[in-house]
């Protein structure tokens, strides 16, 4: 019978001895051992009464022999905030839809009415003036500029419908937008600011944006002349004419 | 009133008082003979008995002198981790190679087993004294030292040749 394997290194073995401690050493972790103790010892709470709402005690006077109390809500109110907010951005996105498609309409409108893309004999320029403070006012719609009409009213701005070819001579208005290929031209005698649409063929109706005032409007030739604008030579407008009538 | 999040009353926080004062001897002389310095003894039974306070507050434990040698025993391990890698940052910082193996040798001299101990790396320490001066079997030091049974068996085989070599090199100069 074969003997079991003895490890030499079993021979370390020690049984468990006693070898006191420093009585100074003894004494102080002890004494810590103690006060790990007492902390763990749960505090006893402050049961203080609990408002019903947080807002019910904001308008009371604080009585100096009750304690000061800080309430975390965990009421409606956040809740009530939030779904205001909700709300608000519903109707801003809601009347943002709203004018778009209003727009859209108004421009499809312009596009598919016929009579716009009839443009009258040249004939003398017609006032349409408009200040900052009248802008809301409808154009006057004479015969010789059947289509021109406002579009969009803001402050100090507004959006005309254009037939193709039509100058409008501004009495000092800045062109904002435009669709087409316009031209800023600025007649060296009087001064005043002449804008030539020329629009794409497809287009019968060209749309201009200008700020303040318009002064003049005047429907285009039926031929555009081959002389050229004096202030630009890129277009094949007439020369612009100052305002038979300025608004200034 | 309750003790410890309300899982311990009073009079198990007397028990754990009365335990801790009375296994301070052995927790003790079971560190001191293990580190051979008394600094190093005091800073472990300390950390052993917080540690103990804690997991009192945390969960059931045992109220013996045997949880309290384990807590310890832990603790001891964490001791000689710490001192082995401080050794192998100084060994890399001296360019020191690891001692060769060398052909072991059946019988053992205990008599200067302290000493030859004491020359050993600390994880060759710690695997030695863990298996043979506590008698732990091989899985429980691969799991106090953070290794497995494989690399603690290897630590083990790698030990006990250091400590023949520093036992002849020892007999040696007592001879001379």
């Not at chain 2, 039974?45 to 917080?50: D, V």
Request: aromatic share 4%; glycine share 6%.
């Amino acid at each position: 019978m074969a003997e079991p394997m003895v490890d030499p290194f079993d021979a370390l073995h020690r049984p468990p001895g006693r070898t006191e401690p420093t009585a100074a050493f003894r004494e102080q972790l002890l004494a810590r051992c103690r006060a790990e103790l007492d902390a763990m010892r749960p505090q006893t709470p402050t049961v203080l009464p609990l408002l019903a709402d947080a807002d019910a005690g904001a308008d009371r006077p604080h009585r100096a022999e009750e304690p000061v109390r800080t309430i975390v809500s965990t009421g409606s109110r956040p809740r009530r905030v939030l779904a205001v907010a909700i709300g608000a951005a519903a109707a801003v996105l809601v009347a943002v839809v709203a004018m778009a498609v209003r727009d859209g309409r108004e421009r499809a409108d312009l596009v598919d009415r016929p009579s716009s893309s009839t443009v009258a004999a040249p004939v003398p320029t017609t006032t349409a003036a408009m200040s900052p403070t009248s802008t809301s006012a409808p154009l006057p719609a004479g015969p010789e500029l059947p289509a021109i009409r406002p579009l969009e009213d803001l402050d100090a701005t507004v959006l005309l419908a254009v037939p193709r070819g039509t100058e409008i001579v501004s009495g000092g208005g800045t062109l904002l937008t435009a669709r087409g290929n316009v031209v800023e031209q600025r007649d060296p005698d009087s001064g005043d600011v002449c804008i030539s649409a020329t629009l794409p063929v497809a287009w019968d109706v060209g749309m201009l944006r200008f700020s303040t005032t318009v002064s003049g409007l005047r429907p285009a030739a039926p031929a555009p002349p081959s002389t050229g604008c004096r202030a630009c030579s890129t277009t094949s407008m007439p020369p612009p004419v100052p305002s038979a009538t300025p608004s200034r | 009133m309750d003790w410890g999040g309300g899982r311990r009353g009073p009079e198990e926080r007397d028990a754990l008082c009365a335990l801790l004062d009375a296994a301070l001897p052995e927790v003790y002389d079971y560190l001191l003979r293990r580190c051979h310095r008394r600094v190093i003894a005091e800073d472990l039974t300390s950390e052993s008995y917080l540690a103990a306070i804690a997991a009192f507050g945390e969960r059931p434990v045992p109220l013996t002198v045997a949880w309290l040698i384990g807590i310890a025993r832990h603790k001891l391990a964490d001791h000689w981790r710490r001192e082995a890698q401080e050794s192998r940052r100084l060994a890399a910082v001296a360019g020191v190679l690891g001692p060769q193996a060398e052909p072991g040798i059946d019988a053992i001299d205990t008599g200067n087993a302290d000493e030859v101990l004491q020359r050993l790396n600390p994880m060759q320490r710690a695997a030695l004294t863990l298996r043979y001066v506590d008698g732990l079997a091989v899985p429980e030091v691969a799991s106090l030292l953070g290794r497995s049974v494989h690399a603690t068996e290897t630590l083990l085989v790698r030990a006990k040749q250091a400590y023949r070599r520093h036992h002849a090199a020892i007999a040696g100069a007592d001879h001379g």
